[in-house]
């Protein structure tokens, strides 16, 4: 089955700063990766998502990449503020699959103004 | 106001004493999913149902049980609740497969 790793596990940046975390996965039947963003006592909600037709989507500050080649997708966010402080989730989802949307451990950003 | 809704949020309990965590959605979604989130672990997938009456596993199933008789209904069932399922539980629905999941508020189960 899929499976993503998600890199690093806690990430630090000053105020203004840009942040970047990395996923792996290792199903190339995949085709959907959407990134979730927890604050904290709260529930996951969608920031962002990409299809594997596109190799880049932004939104504002937020941008995602995908290599296919490679298996790998990654969140930017730039101009980090404060409220970007959150666990950060990516995923990935199987072609055929109905079901089976498989996470990434997590990355605890840290945005310290 | 469209959302998913959870209940109990919090839950306390003894290990074999029979426990379920009700799901509801007002959006019409086909696609509801359950999770547990454990620190380290991520988000994974306990169950998950396509319509009603269409469910199946996801990567954590043991121990668990789901049903889905109605659309916007979906409980979670622990028969026999250990302390290993002591977890953040979260629901989820989305209209299709590949369309935005909307998240409960989650539920904090303790099994002592």
């Known amino acids: 089955g899929e499976n993503v790793e998600q890199h690093p596990s806690t990430l630090s940046v000053q105020e203004g700063d840009s942040a970047v975390i990395k996923c792996t996965y290792s199903?190339?039947?995949?085709?959907?990766f959407p990134w979730y963003k927890q604050e904290l006592g709260k529930r996951p909600q969608l920031i962002i998502d990409?299809?594997?037709?596109?190799g880049e989507k932004k939104d504002q500050r937020i941008a995602v990449t995908l290599n296919k080649t490679a298996k790998h997708f990654s969140l930017h966010i730039t101009e980090t503020q404060p409220e970007d402080s959150a666990v950060y989730f990516c995923?990935?989802?199987?072609?055929?699959?109905?079901?089976?949307?498989?996470f990434g451990a997590g990355t605890q950003v840290v945005v310290t103004p | 106001e469209a959302q998913v809704t959870q209940n109990p949020r919090y839950l306390i309990t003894v290990t074999g004493k029979k426990l379920t965590v009700t799901c509801s959605q007002n959006?019409?979604?086909?696609?509801m999913s359950w999770y547990r989130q454990d620190p380290g672990l991520g988000l994974r997938q306990i169950y998950y149902?396509?319509?009603?009456?269409?469910?199946d596993k996801g990567d954590v199933p043991e121990g668990y049980k789901v049903s889905r008789k109605e659309k916007r209904n979906f409980p979670l069932i622990l028969e026999s609740p250990s302390p290993n399922q002591t977890s953040l539980y979260f629901c989820?629905?989305?209209?299709?497969?590949?369309?935005?999941?909307?998240f409960g508020p989650g539920t904090r189960l303790t099994v002592t």
């Open positions: 989820a629905s989305s209209l299709a497969r590949t369309t935005e999941q909307y």
């Open positions: 199903d190339s039947a995949s085709n959907y």
């Open positions: 990409i299809r594997s037709n596109v």
């Open positions: 995923a990935a989802r199987l072609l055929d699959s109905w079901g089976k949307l498989q």
């Open positions: 959006m019409n979604h086909e696609y």
């Open positions: 149902s396509m319509n009603v009456e269409v469910t």
